[in-house]
């Protein structure tokens, strides 16, 4: 059974970098077959969208965050990070990862159980 | 970039149907999916292509997609049916995955 796993820091100072990893077990991050995505949700809002990128392919970002916003992988311990530059307070989110499976078209099946950030002095 | 729209919340009597409505531009050009989200707890796809289920959703919850309006619809509501539902989208003009704003869902 696939299972997702976020971790990082629950408190970064305003203008740092939040830096989270998520932690794939039970299946491979370096299949071509799933794409692996970060979401994001404020306390009490909806589900953001961060960005989204398959292995050996293309890596996708939001537009409103992509200045700021990296995602890298590490085959080797099957795992893929986050990187949120310039850090404010409306970046105070549970922050999910996800996997997409070519199975269920372009929607996202597997996710992790998030992890709450806050952006706070 | 291409926007959803959810009803912030939809009421229900049990054993009722709930019909959550997403709309957006020729959205039935595309292809929608559904997520429910209990609180404290990570989004689950209970819907996917418009009108599929993954296994272990019940058939009760079905979707329908056309024009510039797609439908989650649940029916013979229970209680634990109540939650949060998102619909979500890939805007391949783009390459954006956009999510709706997400409708709660109570169930009286």
């Known amino acids: 059974q696939l299972q997702l796993q976020e971790s990082g820091p629950g408190l970064v100072k305003p203008s740092e970098t939040l830096s989270l990893t998520c932690s794939v077990s039970?299946?491979?991050?370096?299949?071509?077959?799933?794409?692996w995505g970060w979401i994001r949700q404020p306390p009490g809002k909806g589900l953001d969208w961060i960005g989204t990128f398959y292995y050996g392919g293309n890596t996708y970002y939001n537009s409103s965050l992509k200045t700021r916003v990296t995602i890298s992988v590490d085959t080797s311990k099957n795992q893929f990070s986050l990187k949120l530059t310039s850090v404010t307070a409306a970046d105070t989110a549970v922050y999910f990862c996800?996997?997409?499976?070519?199975?269920?078209?372009?929607?996202?099946?597997?996710w992790g159980q998030g992890t709450l950030v806050t952006v706070s002095s | 970039s291409y926007v959803l729209t959810q009803p912030p919340s939809v009421s229900v009597a049990p054993g009722q149907t709930a019909r959550i409505s997403c709309g957006g531009y020729?959205?039935?050009?595309?292809?929608i999916h559904w997520y429910q989200q209990k609180p404290g707890q990570a989004p689950v796809l209970v819907v996917y292509?418009?009108?599929d289920r993954p296994s272990g959703i019940p058939e009760r919850i079905s979707g329908s997609n056309s024009g510039d309006t797609a439908t989650l619809s649940i029916s013979r509501v229970e209680a634990g049916d109540e939650a949060d539902y998102y619909c979500?989208?890939?805007?391949?003009?783009?390459?954006?995955?956009?999510f709706g704003g997400g409708t709660k869902l109570t169930v009286l």
């Open positions: 292509d418009d009108s």
């Open positions: 039970g299946g491979s991050i370096s299949s071509s077959t799933y794409y």
């Open positions: 996800a996997r997409r499976s070519e199975s269920v078209g372009m929607a996202f099946d597997y």
């Open positions: 979500q989208v890939w805007d391949s003009s783009s390459a954006h995955w956009v």
């Open positions: 020729n959205i039935g050009s595309k292809s």
